[in-house]
């Protein structure tokens, strides 16, 4: 028999009618003889309201007391959901992340699972029942609710399918799968059959936000078998796995954007051994990532030092950059949140030169001034200003041909 994990987002679960569809996929995918355990997220809009109700009582919220209130919204959906499918005449029950013992360790907003307790979910298997777990969320060793960071019910379906070795994880979402490009801002991105584990890495990592980053990490060590597919039109969707000899030959296999950053420039920074660790060591202790780090050869004894931060980050990031900026004697500090970055990514990059210098030319011709660069063996990464980011993102896809269907190897 099959063991399916079947993870329906936001929208797929955002007003009861879509529910009831969900439910009736669910009782169908059941009727085919499979074992089905469901993952749900909050309904659309719902963890936003919760946040925003967290940030007008207080300004900077309690991170245990937060996730707390930020748990609530999937409780909601898989109660919801289990009793159409029961009220439907299939065997259905829920389960909050605690109840199944979803253990996670104790970093408070973006936890990590470290285990799964299998009995419960196994026995209502068994048992013929639809098992409906919440995601986004676990308990740490004290019983603490954590969550597990924004898009984290990706994660759970994933782990959850790791532990029971499911047959495949099915992340179903609003569109059909995995594109070249966020398909809202590129009419024309076209849905790839197969992604491989490393380029879906960095796509969701670069802002492709249809998967977390930690889902496709999880999927990528234990070798899931992961699928994203649309909850509203039937279709193969997209299958992440490793590479294998009937994979797309695209050098570029997609564009992806983030507007969620945001850039400090230190200006005049002593040139001596070092402040790169006295700067960024109290922002790392913070837990705050940083993203890309450019520095400068020095001249006349000083550098500068350019470090990007998450947007939602910027604010802490900058309390403890002011005072740090005067003991060091560094002579300004300019800031920028209105900025966006914009990527290529590739496996086919590593065996072919020029990609970077095309990249820059397109985004020449358009008028658009790139303020940093960095790059990997599989992509390309540009800071720019936040008001060009849809331009780059649809300018970069036309000129790599990225709507066009890519050569297969027999
Ligand atoms: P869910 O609520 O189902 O988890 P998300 O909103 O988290 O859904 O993710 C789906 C969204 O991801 C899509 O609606 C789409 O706008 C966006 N997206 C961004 N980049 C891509 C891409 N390359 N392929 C597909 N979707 C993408
Ligand atoms: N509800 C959570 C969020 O909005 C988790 C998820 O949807 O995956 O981030
Ligand atoms: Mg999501």
Redesign the pocket.
Known sequence: MTLLVQ??????VGDFERIKLVAEKITQSKKTGQQIVVVV?AM?GETDNLVAMAHKVAAMPDPREYDVLLATGEQVTIALLSMMLIDMGCPARSYTGAQVRITTDNAHNKARILKIDQEKIKADLQAGIVVVVAGFQGTDEHGNITTLGR?G??TTAVALAAALQADECQ?????E?????????VSN?R?MERVTFEEMLE?ASL??????IRAVELAGRYNVPLR?LS?FKNGPGTLISYEDRKMEHQIIS???YNKDEARILLRGVPDAPGFAAKILGPISEANIEVDMIVQNIALNGFTDFTFTVHQRDFKRTMSIISPLADQLDIREVLVDDKIAKLSLVGVGMRSHAGIASKMFQVLGAEGVNIQLIATSEIKVSVILDEKYIELGVRALHEAFGLDQEPLQED
């Open positions: 993870k329906f987002g936001g929208t797929s997220s659309s898009g019910s990706d992340i179903y979402t609003d569109v799968g995995v594109y070249t490009a966020d398909p809202r801002i991105a849905r796509l802002g492709a936000k249809v998967l977390q994203v909850t997609g564009v992806a």
